[in-house]
Structures are given as C-alpha cells and as structure tokens.
C-alpha cells in the first residue's frame, strides 16, 4: 500500500513526539512491505514565526491532498500575548474546521504494568478499555442564537442539530464499535432534551445495519459516574459535543499517564487528523524527557482508522504494551517506572519490539 502522510510537529514537546511516531510508522510499513512517504508542514506558533500565520494556506491544502495527518503539540508562552487571530490554536481550530472533521475518538485503555498510575484502585480500573466518540462540529458549542440580551439579564445558547448530522456521528460510533467488542452505548439526555429524542431514534434506525452490534442508550449524569465506578463496563461511547467533551476529559484521567493518550479526528473518508491529547508541554521542551508513547498510538489509530491497516495498527499497540510490562517508562508516568528512560530511548524501544 502506498500512502502519503503530512507531518504537523507544532510547537514544544511536539516535533519530539511528532518524529518518534514517523519513524514507527516508518518501522511498520518496512514489516508489511508499505511505502508511506511524508509531508512535513507548519503550523500553530512555529507556523506563526516562520509564515506570519497559525495555519498557513499551503499547509491546509497539503493536508486537504494527504491520506493522513500526524500532529504534535501547538502553543507555548511565546505566541500568548498574541491577538486572538495569530495564536497558535487558532491553526488548529481551522485545520479541524477547514477539513470538516466531524468525530473525534479518544481511547482510553488501561495497561496492566501502569495500574499504579491511576487515582481509581487498581481493582476497578483494572481491563478498562474503552473509546469515545465525540460530536465534534455541532451541538451546543456551535447553535446559534448565543448572545445575551436585556444587557446581560438574559442568556441564551442553542443546542441545534441537523438529523444528519446526527446520523454521521452514529454512524462512526457503530463503525468503531465494529472494530472493537461490538457494544455501543449512545449517551445522551433524552429524559430532558428534545435533541436526545431524537438522537435516540437515529441510534435505533441505524442499529437495524448493525445487528452484531449491542446497543444500550444511557443518560449522560449515569455515565459520568459509570465511568469512575466501574470504567470497565464500556466498551465504545457514542455522544454529543459538549456531553462528549466533558465524558473524554474525565475518562482521560482514567490511566493516570496524559502523555499515554492517543487521539483521532475523522470525517466521512478516509481523511483524518491523529495527535495525542497532551498538549506541547513547553515546561519540558528540549529536554529528550517527553512520553512519546501518546502520538505512537496516536500513529497507531492512524493506521486503523485511515488506512483499514488493523494487523499493522495492532503490532504497534502490541509494542508499546510489551515494552510497559518490561517495566520501561518515562518520567511523567505517576507510579515510577523500574527503567525511567527518555523520548530517544523509548522511540528505539518500541522500534526494536517492532
Ligand atoms: P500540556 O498537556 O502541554 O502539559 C500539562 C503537563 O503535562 C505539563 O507538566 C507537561 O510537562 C506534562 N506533559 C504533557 N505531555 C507530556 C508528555 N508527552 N510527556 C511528559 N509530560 C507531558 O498542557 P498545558 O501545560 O495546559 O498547555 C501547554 C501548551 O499546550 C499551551 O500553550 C496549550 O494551549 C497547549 N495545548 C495544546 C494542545 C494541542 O495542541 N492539541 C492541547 C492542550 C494544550
Ligand atoms: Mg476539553
């Protein structure tokens, strides 16, 4: 398979990171005999120092042209000062709305070696493994009217939806769920919002073309305190922006290591942008201390989701779950690693496990 990729590394930790994932990338198509070639492009501050802009229009056609985008970090100290329109996360609003990416997935999966890590007791986060799957485009965070009124002693936000809208993230919720242990839960607040009524019945239209697939509607409030109770009863989460956002940052903490965490954001083809959730960690930048094991997977889910390349995708995640259990880690990890090593040594580990 021949495939072209844009490299987005951004700002701080993230040319770090952004690189370690390139070159496990570079490792997987050398095993499956695939040629994958590589784009390097600016964005965020870098893109700001060297273009004068955060997302230059050369770098969103060369990734509107690619098969997939791999992005670090953007943002840092230097670009906070700047006006609304020249800061760094700005470029990546415009890339995530430039290309319509509408669905954003967020694994969250619990290693056996890491279990120290997280604030829950072992013993009930213990085989948590389960995605998320946020409404990335629409929702509350985008219906309009939102704008006071009466000189502030009204407020109104609008939580608006088309249905198909609705259906393409469903969609992609059943899609993952066939791609994982086949049980769907669409979270939702149907008890009260008319939105959710109707997210409800698209769930239940779109179950008749996945009959494989379990399907259980729960309310969002349940969930949230699922999640920490007994994290292990999900397997794929399908919802609403803001109910998504929220649910994606308490899951988040679930492993107890952010550098640990993958991302996607999907549209309806193959097209989609991976980075990992932590942001360019300036604190750290230039040190060779950053996890890179957040943008591997994020490579990871890059070959599944983009390229349909499961054995490939699995034989990294098998990787970096061999390389844990050897007791390797770096230094952000809570629960001390027996071998703290850096960015260079880890990236060479999970080459060499490859
Ligand atoms: P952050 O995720 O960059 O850092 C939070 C803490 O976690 C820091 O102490 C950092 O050193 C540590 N950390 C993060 N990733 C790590 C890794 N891979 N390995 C080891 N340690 C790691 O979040 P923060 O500090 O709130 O934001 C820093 C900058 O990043 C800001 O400019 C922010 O706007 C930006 N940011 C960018 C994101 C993106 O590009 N998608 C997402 C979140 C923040
Ligand atoms: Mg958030």
Same mark, same amino acid.
């Given at each position: 398979?021949?495939?072209?990729?844009?490299?987005?590394?951004? @700002?701080?930790?993230?040319? $770090?990171?952004?690189?370690?994932?390139?070159?496990?990338?570079?490792?997987?198509?050398? &095993?499956?005999?695939?040629?994958?070639?590589?784009?390097?492009?600016?964005?965020?501050?870098?893109?700001?120092?060297?273009?004068?802009?955060?997302?230059?229009?050369?770098?969103?056609?060369?990734?509107?042209?690619?098969?997939?985008?791999?992005?670090?970090?953007?943002?840092?100290?230097? /670009?906070?000062?700047?006006?609304?329109?020249?800061?760094?996360?700005?470029? %990546?609003?415009?890339?995530?709305?430039?290309?319509?990416?509408?669905? &954003?997935?967020?694994?969250? #999966?619990?290693?056996?070696?890491?279990?120290?890590?997280?604030?829950?007791?072992?013993?009930?986060?213990?085989?948590? @493994?389960?995605?998320?799957?946020?409404?990335?485009?629409?929702?509350?965070?985008?219906?309009?009217?939102?704008?006071?009124?009466?000189?502030?002693?009204?407020?109104?936000?609008?939580?608006?939806?088309?249905?198909?809208?609705?259906?393409?993230?469903?969609?992609?919720?059943?899609?993952?769920?066939?791609?994982?242990?086949?049980?769907?839960?669409?979270?939702? #607040?149907? &008890?009260?919002?008319? +939105?959710?009524?109707? /997210?409800?019945?698209?769930?239940?239209?779109?179950?008749?073309?996945?009959?494989?697939?379990?399907?259980?509607?729960?309310?969002? @409030?349940?969930? $949230?305190?699922?999640?920490?109770?007994?994290?292990?009863?999900?397997?794929?989460?399908?919802?609403?922006?803001?109910?998504?956002?929220?649910?994606?940052?308490?899951?988040?903490?679930?492993?107890?290591?952010?550098?640990?965490?993958?991302?996607?954001?999907?549209?309806?083809?193959?097209?989609? %942008?991976?980075?990992?959730?932590?942001?360019?960690?300036?604190?750290?930048?230039?040190? @060779?201390?950053?996890?890179?094991?957040?943008?591997?997977? +994020?490579?990871?889910?890059? %070959?599944?989701?983009?390229?349909?390349?499961? #054995?490939?995708?699995?034989?990294?995640?098998?990787?970096?779950?061999?390389?844990?259990?050897?007791?390797?880690?770096?230094?952000?990890?809570?629960?001390?690693?027996?071998?703290?090593?850096?960015?260079? #040594?880890?990236?060479?580990?999970?080459?060499?496990?490859?």
């Amino acid at each position: 398979m021949h495939k072209s990729i844009v490299l987005l590394p951004g @700002d701080g930790i993230g040319p $770090a990171v952004t690189e370690a994932a390139a070159s496990v990338l570079q490792q997987v198509a050398a &095993n499956f005999s695939h040629t994958f070639t590589f784009h390097t492009r600016a964005i965020g501050g870098a893109a700001i120092d060297a273009a004068g802009e955060p997302l230059p229009a050369e770098t969103l056609q060369a990734c509107e042209e690619a098969d997939a985008i791999l992005l670090g970090a953007v943002g840092g100290p230097k /670009w906070e000062q700047h006006p609304p329109h020249l800061r760094p996360e700005k470029g %990546l609003l415009q890339l995530r709305k430039g290309i319509g990416l509408f669905a &954003n997935l967020r694994p969250v #999966k619990t290693f056996p070696s890491l279990l120290d890590s997280s604030p829950l007791k072992p013993e009930i986060v213990a085989g948590s @493994d389960l995605l998320i799957v946020r409404e990335l485009t629409g929702g509350l965070y985008f219906g309009l009217p939102s704008e006071r009124r009466d000189n502030g002693q009204t407020v109104v936000d609008t939580l608006h939806y088309e249905r198909s809208e609705i259906e393409r993230i469903v969609e992609i919720g059943f899609q993952s769920a066939m791609l994982r242990n086949k049980r769907l839960a669409s979270v939702d #607040k149907a &008890n009260v919002l008319e +939105s959710s009524k109707v /997210w409800r019945e698209v769930v239940d239209e779109k179950s008749k073309d996945y009959p494989e697939v379990t399907v259980e509607h729960m309310l969002v @409030d349940s969930t $949230a305190m699922k999640l920490i109770t007994n994290p292990t009863y999900f397997d794929v989460i399908v919802t609403e922006n803001l109910f998504g956002d929220i649910l994606s940052d308490e899951a988040s903490v679930l492993t107890g290591s952010l550098g640990l965490l993958p991302s996607a954001s999907l549209r309806k083809d193959e097209l989609g %942008l991976y980075e990992p959730v932590h942001g360019s960690a300036p604190d750290i930048a230039g040190k @060779d201390i950053a996890n890179p094991l957040g943008a591997i997977l +994020s490579a990871a889910m890059l %070959l599944r989701y983009s390229f349909g390349l499961e #054995k490939e995708a699995d034989s990294v995640e098998a990787a970096v779950d061999a390389i844990l259990t050897k007791g390797y880690g770096t230094a952000d990890m809570q629960a001390a690693p027996a071998f703290t090593v850096g960015t260079e #040594k880890m990236t060479s580990l999970v080459l060499e496990q490859l």
